[in-house]
C-alpha cells in the first residue's frame, strides 16, 4: 500500500524493454501517480532494468500474469487502480513463428482480463462511471481525459507490409493487415480494446509505434545482436539481402508520446507513434559497425583478427525470417499536430547514445 493519496495506475510489463524506460521517466516526471507495475518476468523481463526505481516510495513491483484474473481483481480493489497503461506481451515475431500459443494468450486473452476487470471496477453499468470517479474529477468541466483510463501500447505491425514508395505511410486509418502471428495478437487485441470503447463507453486509447530502439532492450533484438556479436568478433547476422525497411524511434520519444496520449489523447482514438527514419536493416548494422570502428577499433580488442579492419567484415546475410514484412513506416501527423508531440532524437543522436549504452553493457 503507498502512504499518500495520490492516484494510482496499474502499468503491466514493466520490466520489458519499454516499460522499463517509462517508468523511470515517468516518476520523475509526475509526482502525483503511485505507479503499481504487475509482469510476470518471462525471458523478456528482467528486474535490473528498474533497480534504479526499485526502492523509490511511489512505486511498487507485482509479480504475476496479466490473464490471473483474482490476482488483477485483488490488485484493482487493494490499490484503487485509477488508470491503465498497458505495455505487457509477448514482443518477438521470430518467437511467434515458432511458438504463437502464448502470443495470443498473452496478447489476446491477457488484454482481455484486464480491459473486463477494469470495466467492471470503474463502470456501472454501459457509458456510465461510478460517482465516486465523476465526483473525484470535481471540475465540472473535466471531460474523458481525467476518468480513470485504459491505454493499450500496441505496434505498427497491426498494418501488415507497405510498398517501397515512400510516400506510401501507415496512417490511423489504413486498415489492418497483420502477418506474423505477433502481429495478428496484437491486431486482435486492438480490436477488443475498439469494442470496449464502442460497446461500454470506456475511457481508452491505442498508441501504435515502430520499431524502438535504446537501452534496455532484450539481447535477442537487431540492436544489441549487432553490437554483442561485433564485440565479441562473431559474425553479425542479417535477414535476407538486409534491405527490409522499419522507421526507428528512441525508446524515450516513444515515452514521451505515450505520456502525451495518455494525459491528452481523446478517448477511443488510436494515435500512430513514429520517428520519420526509415532505415534498411544494412543502414543499420552498417552504422553501428562505424561506430563501432570509431569507439572500440577491432585492434584495440580483437587482435587477432587483423587492426584496422572494420566491423563491415562481420555482416552474414541468413535465411529470412518467415513472412518477413518489407517495409513499415509511420505517419504520425495527427500526433503531432493534434497533440504537439515531437520526437527529440534524431537518429544519429539516439543510435549514439544506444551504442554508449551497450558498450557499457557489453564491456
Ligand atoms: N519494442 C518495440 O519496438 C515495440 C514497438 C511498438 C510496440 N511495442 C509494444 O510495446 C509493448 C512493450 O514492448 P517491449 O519491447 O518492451 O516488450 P518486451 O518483450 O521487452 O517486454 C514485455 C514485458 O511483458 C512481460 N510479460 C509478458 N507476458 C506477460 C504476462 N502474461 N503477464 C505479465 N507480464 C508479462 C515480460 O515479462 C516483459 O517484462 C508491447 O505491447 C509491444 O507490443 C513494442
Known sequence: ??????????????????????????????ENYNLVNLDVLTYAGDLENLKEV???????????????????EFIFNGYDIQGVIHFAAESHVDNSIKNPGVFIETNVNGTFTLLDIAYRYWMEKPFKYRDRYLAANNDPLSTEASLPRFHHISTDEVYGTLSEDSNDLFT????????????????SSDMVVRSYVETYGMNCVVTNCSNNYGPKQHDEKLIPTIIRNALQGNPIPIYGDGKNIRDWLYVLDHCKGIDLVYHTGKTGETYNIGGRNEKTNLQIVN??????????????????????SSYKELITFVADRAGHDRRYAIDATKLENELGWKADETFDTGIMKTVEWYLEKYK
Do not use: Q, W
Not at 569507439?295 to 584496422?308: A, I
Open 1 to 30: 500500500m503507498f502512504n499518500n493519496n495520490n492516484k494510482t495506475i496499474l502499468l503491466t510489463g514493466c520490466a520489458g524493454f519499454i516499460g522499463s524506460n517509462f517508468v523511470p521517466y515517468f516518476l520523475k516526471k509526475y
Open 54 to 72: 526499485e526502492n523509490h516510495p511511489r512505486y511498487k513491483f507485482i509479480k504475476g500474469n496479466i490473464c490471473n484474473r483474482e490476482l488483477v
Open 172 to 187: 490511423e486509418k489504413t486498415p489492418y493487415s497483420p502477418n506474423s502471428p505477433y502481429s495478428a495478437s496484437k491486431a
Open 287 to 308: 552504422r553501428i559497425c562505424e561506430i563501432l570502428d570509431e569507439k572500440v577499433p577491432r585492434s584495440s580488442c580483437h587482435s587477432e583478427l587483423g587492426s584496422g
